[in-house]
């Protein structure tokens, strides 16, 4: 059993202030000997989950707090000279109602009371105070800066309140920190919570993991606020003393007040927030009247969609993968998901907004396609539902959807009043302070000259997720300079301290969240230029269940928009662009590098592939290689667009071929074998079969075709055919094996 537990502690998501990793924080109470350790990060919430995951790992308890500042008026005041000062308190989750009402102070901070800090006030903390336990804070607590200032009876008056809200739950935080003001700060505190009866609870304000990190502390603080090392009137805590300290240390400390040290684990006691990860939380959509339950609007709209795309009357093999696909999704619980995507995507789609083919995974969906969220056959291109979605994926789907750039906003403004405002939110980011940039900071602050931090900057490679460690292993000359000049090795060493934490907040450039409660129930939100979006990160969202989806602004799509548009209008022709995607005319001009303008493939480096690739759509066509064999390919029978019987004879296709030369066909399906054979093919290459996939599929598959699988000889050619690697519907093979054929061929024989 713990002795002692810190209640008062600042992370790194104490932007340029805390100094503390979050995945080093319970690592250093699992050393310390202490079984709980809390999270009371300045105004924020940014870390809360990954400090909950990393506690967990360590079997340390975590406790989700927060140091809230409050608004000495209103929280809507906003008087420049008055209120842009504000008191600190400390408050912190007992359980999931708590964290609940603490998301929610947190968010209103930002979204009402926001003025240079997130501030609350005393009308919403009465709101919202169920759950929470609360300390008076620091030296800038409303009560320690009345009684600094000699105002004993407001001091008073501000403790018996918080204690009439908070009942048994509110403390009087004293510290012991090496700061001489807090040992006159304490004297009266002290006294104060005798006379009130209001219990005390030692904390020390940790900003940083040891004594040692003060230095790199203090640097930090003077990337935060622009100064140098040098400068006499820059912001600093006169201590080395704001660690995370050792429940003995704490203990003889305050060896006075021993239920000081006492009320700490009595207070870690009293907090059990759980979190629940994997379990998917999806918006309310409204279904049509007239359909008891959303698989049954989802199955008609797959119907109805299926005979659009595919005729009235669909094959088998179409029927059974739409049939396979809705019984995963229903089993699943993602009926809702795709009745959404769907939703939003229609909408766009009704208001003439262009929108992708689709992109992804996601592509790999017949039900996709069939009701618009794709545009993109899954079966005439043999992609597999099973990844986008199966049993055993345990993350969300998602669909990855374009939208042209200039009416992008639309869409989501769209999903905003679907859903109601309060249930959508944009998602932050975080920029952190890269390799480069960390020794740029810091030579700043230590006021080495311009050119040399410039000159040790650019001895880190140019690589993705290059570190100072890594860049010390490549780069000689630098390594060299920082074994053989202490100053160098003295800026590094910070500049390592201080590597990868946040530096500042930013915006996704795509992501928006939908929740199916007003969003600041889940996650607490912040505001960046008049910006609402969450204080979580998108991947955080993901493992907390939370619809996250891609609104992604696509310049491609208006350009293409914009094109067809002026042909249209000057020219009297309209254009459908996307009705065949197998055009030899656009391989030709990838082939030929001709790809600027195209999304994800204009890169010079992605020029140079397609250039090497030397890409060649073989549809019904002979191409000689090399002068030296034939390579046939054929357009399948069995897939969307043939049925118009445009497919050509295989002896149309080799009557002119010099037959001296072998000739080689591919066939998706291993139909024909005799008209191939007749029309002196060498090997018809093939797959589809599956070689049954599943029992008793394995064993009646050569009822229906000639060469099932393996190789057998027809007269002069050789039928192979592999079982591939794929599968169809079930996501299984049983009594097959999946293979990759490799074939040798001898030439000269």
Not at 101 to 118: C, T
Not at 339 to 358: C, E, M, R, T
């Amino acid at each position: 059993m713990s002795k002692f537990v810190h209640l008062h502690i600042h992370s790194e998501f104490s932007l340029l202030d805390g100094a503390n990793r979050i995945k080093d924080l319970p690592v250093r109470a699992k050393e310390l000997g202490m079984d709980a350790i809390a999270l009371t990060d300045h105004g924020v919430m940014y870390g809360a989950i990954d400090f909950y995951k990393a506690c967990k790992k360590e079997g340390i308890k975590p406790i989700i707090g927060c140091e809230v500042y409050v608004a000495l008026r209103s929280r809507f005041d906003k008087e420049p000279g008055v209120d842009n000062k504000y008191y600190h308190l400390i408050l912190l989750a007992k359980n999931n109602e708590g964290y609940k009402n603490l998301s929610k102070l947190v968010s209103l901070g930002f979204v009402d009371g926001y003025y240079y800090k997130p501030r609350i006030d005393r009308e919403i903390l009465e709101k919202y105070h169920e759950g929470l336990i609360c300390l008076s804070a620091c030296l800038a607590g409303e009560i320690n800066q009345n009684l600094l200032n000699g105002r004993e009876e407001e001091a008073e008056r501000v403790a018996l309140w918080h204690k009439e809200l908070f009942g048994e739950d509110y403390y009087i935080e004293i510290q012991n920190n090496g700061i001489q003001e807090q040992v006159l700060a304490n004297q009266k505190l002290i006294k104060l919570a005798r006379k009130l009866d209001i219990p005390i609870v030692a904390t020390n304000d940790a900003h940083y993991l040891k004594r040692e990190d003060a230095y790199n502390h203090e640097v930090l603080l003077c990337i935060q606020t622009g100064k140098r090392m040098s400068d006499q009137d820059r912001m600093r805590f006169d201590t080395d003393e704001l660690y995370v300290k050792s429940p003995e240390e704490m203990s003889e400390y305050f060896s006075n007040f021993p239920d000081a040290i006492e009320n700490t684990v009595k207070i870690a006691d009293k907090c059990n927030v759980e979190f629940e990860f994997g379990h998917t939380i999806l918006p309310n959509y409204d279904v049509p009247e007239g359909f008891e339950t959303h698989y049954d609007y989802l199955k008609k709209l797959c119907d109805d969609g299926l005979k659009e795309r595919y005729g009235e009357n669909p094959t088998k093999e179409i029927m059974e993968r739409a049939e396979y696909e809705l019984s995963v999704i229903k089993k699943m619980g993602y009926v809702d998901y795709y009745l959404i995507v769907w939703d939003f995507i229609h909408y766009a789609k009704s208001q003439g907004i262009p929108v992708g083919p689709g992109r992804g995974s996601g592509a790999g969906s017949i039900l996709a396609y069939s009701i618009g969220i794709t545009d993109i056959d899954p079966i005439k291109y043999g992609l597999l539902f099973e990844r986008f979605l199966n049993p055993e994926r345990i993350s969300m789907p998602d669909f990855d959807v374009d939208f042209c750039y200039e009416r992008r906003q639309e869409v989501i403004d769209y999903v905003a009043r679907k859903y109601g405002h309060d249930h959508v939110s944009q998602i932050i980011t975080f920029g952190t302070m890269s390799a480069r940039m960390v020794i740029r900071d810091v030579a700043r602050v230590l006021d080495v000259p311009y050119s040399e931090a410039d000159s040790l900057a650019k001895m880190i490679p140019n690589e993705i997720h290059i570190t100072i460690k890594k860049a010390l292993e490549q780069n000689i000359e630098l390594k060299q300079r920082y074994e053989n000049e202490p100053d160098i090795k003295n800026l590094l060493d910070i500049a390592m301290g201080l590597e990868g934490m946040p530096r500042q907040t930013s915006t996704h450039a795509c992501g928006i969240v939908i929740t199916k409660d007003p969003v600041d129930t889940y996650v607490p939100l912040y505001v960046r230029d008049n910006q609402i979006s969450t204080q979580y990160i998108m991947t955080t969202l993901e493992e907390l269940g939370l619809l996250k989806m891609d609104f992604l602004g696509l310049r491609t799509l208006t350009v293409i928009q914009d094109t067809i548009n002026l042909v249209e209008k000057n020219r009297g022709i309209k254009v459908e662009y996307d009705k065949d995607m197998a055009d030899p005319k656009v391989y030709k001009l990838w082939q030929d590098g001709n790809t600027s303008g195209v999304f994800q493939f204009e890169s010079q480096g992605m020029t140079n592939f397609m250039k090497e690739c030397n890409i060649k759509l073989i549809n019904d066509e002979s191409v000689l290689i090399n002068d030296e064999f034939y390579l046939v390919g054929r357009r399948d029978t069995d897939k969307p667009g043939t049925e118009d019987g445009t497919r050509a004879e295989i002896s149309e296709l080799t009557k002119d071929l010099d037959k001296t030369k072998p000739i080689f066909v591919l066939s998706h399906e291993p139909d024909e074998l005799q008209k191939t054979a007749d029309a002196g093919a060498d090997i018809d290459f093939s797959g589809h079969t599956h070689d049954g996939q599943l029992f008793p599929g394995n064993l009646t598959i050569g009822l229906f075709w000639e060469n099932p699988c393996g190789m057998i000889k027809k007269d002069n050619m050789y039928s192979i055919v592999t079982s591939g690697v794929g599968v169809y519907g079930t996501f299984m093979r049983v009594g097959t094996d999946a293979e990759i054929c490799s074939v040798d061929i001898d030439f000269a024989g």
